[in-house]
């Protein structure tokens, strides 16, 4: 009889050792690139977001307009139509971007700001 169970314990033992273990999940290999350029919209909703036409973003993609998510809410609050900014593009490849560690690096001009009167 213990034979047997010995031999049942192994066995198990073997068979739970055989069994793959579920591969982890792989963290996602996020990078950070520099951009500069201006606000041309913001949008509300389910996501926050900037319309920004910027210039190329090195090693990540060229100059356009495109539309980038802002995750922080008080990131989001610094942007107004017409500022020009630099921020921190977060990108897990294409799949995933968004902008944060936005600085304002010029207002928009007032409207009627030097003219003569």
Known sequence: M????????????????LAPSPEPEPEP???????R????QLR???????????GEIVDFMDAMTMTFPVRDD?????????VHITAAVMANGYSEVYIEDIEIIEAPAEEGAGEEQ
């Open 2 to 17: 213990w034979k047997f169970v010995s031999i049942t314990v192994a066995v198990l033992a073997l068979g739970c050792g």
């Open 29 to 35: 290999n996020w990078q950070r690139y520099e951009l």
């Open 37 to 40: 350029g201006e606000v041309l």
């Open 44 to 54: 509300t909703g389910d996501v926050q977001a900037a319309v920004i036409k910027h």
């Open 74 to 82: 008080a990131e989001f609050a610094k942007l107004s139509k017409g």
